[in-house]
């Protein structure tokens, strides 16, 4: 039976911290799927991405750890996307320690730690210091 892992997120400006978490979700299974949010959805979040949704999930499809790459456009997809996909695993980081709970209706939930002193925002504050030339 193939266990396949599912997770979601944003993955601008793709970084160690998202590599370490998709590379320890892929070590608990066969196969990881990830939900990439839309530029729409990011909106919803409230959270601008600098990568636009084409080339965040390009990049996320390049990831030796990521077998499929699929939108996230809402809050609410994800049962469907459990149960369609056939997941057995849904992993996120533990930012998000507790919100998930409800879909261990679905599958089983697990919370890893985040990578500390990584960040998509602290990336783009520490460019942002770069003079220009
Ligand atoms: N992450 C991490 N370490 C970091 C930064 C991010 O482990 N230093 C993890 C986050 O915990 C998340 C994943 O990498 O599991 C993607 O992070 P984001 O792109 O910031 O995703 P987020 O905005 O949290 O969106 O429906 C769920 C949301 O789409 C998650």
């Given at each position: 039976m193939v266990k396949r892992i599912i997770t979601y997120g944003t993955?601008?400006?793709?970084?160690i911290g998202h590599v370490r978490l998709l590379k320890r979700l892929r070590a608990l299974g066969d196969e990881l799927y990830v939900g990439c949010a839309t530029d729409a959805f990011n909106k919803m979040k409230d959270k601008s991405s600098i990568i636009p949704f084409e080339e965040r999930v390009e990049v996320l499809s390049a990831c030796?750890?990521?077998d499929y790459v699929f939108p996230e456009?809402?809050?609410?997809q994800k049962p469907s996307d459990i149960e369609g996909f056939g997941a057995h695993v849904f992993g996120i980081g533990d930012?998000?320690?507790?919100?998930?709970?409800?879909?261990s209706k679905h599958c089983e939930v697990i919370y890893l730690s985040r990578t500390d002193e990584v960040s998509t925002t602290q990336l783009i504050q520490y460019v942002q210091c770069i003079p220009k030339r």
């Open positions: 993955f601008d400006l793709f970084h030796r750890y990521v456009e809402n809050w609410e930012d998000w320690e507790g919100k998930f709970d409800y879909l």
